[in-house]
């Protein structure tokens, strides 16, 4: 299926679309207005802080107020709309896959942070005045190292490393006991990665346990205990309405060509698909959707 979207690099957001660079600390106060449309995806992760002001960020359609003493969590693939802003202070940390990785190629260890992906938690996460402080302290390390002309890949890996093991402390202390065990985590993770490659195959439950050698069983304990209580089966169905939310949303496509696009061989069974998941119609999601974002 063509992606109608565009997709961009970190370069992009500095207004130098060739820079091939896998690494950045910006200022909102000191950024020029990227040149990019809306809504986007990334090719990178972002954590936006919040020093003062506010905005408003959707992520697939669902709308965050981003206020002071927050940060909010962007990750690849994801549709992206930067809605609003006002006396916005703060910046973003921006670094690809591989400048997590420098050096090591286990993904695991990018799988670990939950709080990447928005796969089960809020990508908003708010913090007390000390926690904030101690990340603002660890982001002005990287800031400083940023700015150095002889700056150190290495170095800025490490304190990158620093600042995710600090918000994976925080949201762990915000869960509690309800944290799901890492462990989980990873393998919930790798389950998406695939679904988000075969989602259009119409891949059983089986098929994809089967692909991360564990039972079906297996896969929907980890399922239910990551997501929130939803099994293997229902987080399969819901990955193409998922896409079909955002065609819905963001385009003018006719609902029949989204189905088909899908590959929902039946206009009428994706419709009835549709409502049990969101309530609404598609042509009903999308006039409400158009209203939001595409209004005249």
């Known amino acids: 299926m063509p992606d109608l979207f565009p997709t961009y690099r970190i370069g992009h957001f500095l207004n130098e679309p060739d820079n091939p660079t896998a690494f950045e600390v910006t200022r909102f106060e000191q950024m020029v207005e990227p040149d990019v449309e809306d809504p986007h ?30 940060l909010f969590f962007i990750s690849p693939g994801q549709l992206h709309l930067f809605e609003e802003y006002e006396h916005l202070g703060g910046g973003s940390v921006m670094f690809t896959e591989d400048f997590f990785l420098l050096g090591g190629t286990d ?30 302290q660890t982001i002005a390390a990287l800031e400083a190292e940023a700015r150095r002309p002889d700056r ?34 990873v393998l919930y993770k790798q389950f998406k990665a695939l679904l988000d490659a075969h989602y259009l195959d119409h891949l059983t439950a089986a098929d994809y346990a089967a692909r991360l050698a564990v039972t079906p069983h297996h896969l929907n ?17 819901a990955r193409p309405l998922l896409e079909a939310k955002r065609l819905l949303a963001f385009t003018e496509l006719p ?13 009428s069974y994706f419709a009835r698909v549709f409502r049990a998941e969101t309530g609404l ?3 009903a999601y999308q006039r409400a959707m158009a209203a939001r974002y595409r209004p005249g």
Do not use: M
């Open 41 to 70: 995806r990334h090719t990178f992760y972002e954590v936006l802080w919040t020093d003062a002001g506010l905005s408003r960020q959707a992520i697939d359609g669902v709308a965050y107020e981003v206020r002071c003493g927050t």
């Open 107 to 136: 993904r695991d260890r990018l799988f670990e942070l939950s709080f990447l992906d928005n796969i089960y938690a809020n990508p908003l996460l708010p913090l007390d005045k000390e926690a904030f402080g101690e990340v603002r």
């Open 152 to 185: 150190s890949a290495v170095i800025c890996q490490s304190l990158l490393q620093v600042l995710l093991a600090q918000i994976q402390r925080c949201v762990d202390h915000r869960a509690g006991a309800a944290a799901p065990a890492r462990r989980y985590v």
């Open 221 to 237: 304990v980890v399922s239910k205990q990551v997501s929130g209580g939803r099994t293997t089966g229902e987080v399969i169905r």
């Open 255 to 267: 609902v029949a060509e989204v189905a088909a696009q899908l590959r929902f061989g039946d206009p």
């Open 281 to 283: 119609s598609p042509a």
